[in-house]
């Protein structure tokens, strides 16, 4: 049976337009990206199937071209407007953290961070530039590193500091294993830059590893 013959209230799009998204499940929610299904499938019927041969819904969003087109009902076509999905995603982001103050709306800049570095397939040091009020200004990925270690230079980390001007900034990295348990090096290199910027009068306000779950903050945990 077809979507359009289903009861009106039980179509994901009209769920979605009377309840909101929120209320709708993965597979719906895949459904409307994916509009029509297959010979034999509706469009929910062929996400549902879609989900359970990825394995999740962050699996299919994570996909690289070639495993996602192997997929029924996929292509480069649905992969491009998947990808330019989750970038307007991650920039309405971007711009919502870039209105407030860090320091005022903490769980949204973990949110954000989340959004940039959970896709990683290795490690990545990042950090977000933040003005005298707390405001950013940018985020930059500065250090690429194997699967479980990035190599962080101070210097670096300094020199794009006064190159922004910043006030203050914070710090961000990814464990690709998804635990987010900082490491003794993690809570090492954060002593080290903490102190090479505080030379500079840069205030290290932070540190959050993303992995699976909520980020976790190294000042929350008392760790610095």
């Excluded at 996929?74 to 990808?83: E, M, N, R, V």
Aim: with cysteine; net charge neutral.
């Amino acid at each position: 049976m077809s979507i359009r013959d289903w009861p009106a209230a039980e179509r994901p799009r009209e769920r979605l337009l009377s309840m909101g998204a929120q209320s709708l499940s993965d597979a719906e929610l895949l459904a409307i990206f994916l509009r029509t299904g297959v010979s034999g499938k509706s469009a929910v019927d062929l996400a549902r199937h879609l989900l359970s041969e990825f394995g999740s819904l962050r699996a299919l969003l994570e996909a690289d071209l070639d495993a996602f087109s192997s997929h029924l009902g996929l292509g480069p076509a649905k992969f491009s407007q998947l990808q330019a999905v989750l970038e307007m995603a991650r920039r309405h982001l971007a711009e919502s953290v870039r209105h407030a103050s860090a320091l005022e709306n903490p769980q949204q800049v973990r949110t954000y961070l989340k959004s940039q570095l959970r896709h990683e397939p290795h490690e990545v040091f990042a950090c977000l530039f933040l003005d005298s009020k707390h405001r950013v200004q940018a985020f930059e990925v500065l250090f690429h590193g194997t699967i479980n270690t990035a190599y962080v230079h101070p210097r670096q980390v300094v020199k794009r500091a006064l190159a922004h001007n910043s006030a203050s900034l914070i710090l961000c990295h990814n464990h690709p294993s998804g635990v987010s348990e900082p490491s003794r090096a993690d809570i090492e290199l954060t002593k080290r830059l903490m102190e090479s910027l505080a030379l500079v009068d840069v205030v290290v306000l932070d540190h959050v590893i993303v992995g699976e779950g909520e980020p976790l903050s190294l000042v929350e945990r008392g760790l610095m």
